[in-house]
C-alpha cells in the first residue's frame, strides 16, 4: 500500500499560480502511476493529470493544457503539480492519486487517494 498527503492549496486571485505537493510513504512510490484529480462542489471528481513511472510520459486534462505541469520526484517519493494562470473555474478539491498499473482518467482506475487540498481562485 502507499499513503498519500497532499498539501500547497489555498486562496489566491485568477491569474496566480500554486503549487500543489504530494508526498507518498509505504511501498516503492516508483511503482506506482501518479495522478491528480479535482473535484468542485456538486460536481463529479474529475482528472486533472498523471504522470508515468519514470515521469517519462505525461497527460492532462483538456482544460489545464498548457497551464499546469505534473512532474514526480521518485528520490523523495513526491509527485508536484504546478498551477499557472488559474481561473476561478479552477476552484475544487485537488486529490493526489496512486495505481501501480492504471495510467488513465478515470478516477475508479487508482486505488490509492490523499485527502486532498482545498484550491480556491477569486476572480
Known amino acids: 500500500q502507499v499513503q498519500l498527503v497532499e498539501s500547497g492549496g489555498g486562496l489566491v486571485q485568477a491569474g496566480d499560480s500554486l503549487r500543489l505537493s504530494c508526498a507518498a510513504s509505504?511501498?516503492?512510490?516508483?511503482?506506482?502511476?501518479m495522478g491528480w484529480f479535482r473535484q468542485a462542489p456538486g460536481k463529479e471528481r474529475e482528472f486533472v493529470a498523471a504522470?508515468?513511472?519514470?515521469?517519462?510520459?505525461?497527460s492532462y486534462a483538456d482544460f489545464v493544457k498548457g497551464r499546469f505541469t505534473i512532474s514526480r520526484g521518485n528520490a523523495r517519493n513526491t509527485v508536484n503539480l504546478q498551477m499557472n494562470s488559474l481561473k476561478p473555474e479552477d476552484t475544487a478539491v485537488y486529490y493526489c492519486?496512486?495505481?501501480?498499473?492504471?495510467?488513465?482518467?478515470?478516477?475508479?482506475?487508482?486505488?490509492?487517494w490523499g485527502q486532498g487540498t482545498q484550491v480556491t481562485v477569486s476572480s
Open positions: 492519486a496512486a495505481d501501480v498499473r492504471y495510467s488513465g482518467s478515470r478516477p475508479s482506475g487508482y486505488d490509492y
Open positions: 509505504g511501498r516503492a512510490f516508483s511503482n506506482y502511476v
Open positions: 504522470i508515468s513511472l519514470t515521469g517519462s510520459s505525461t
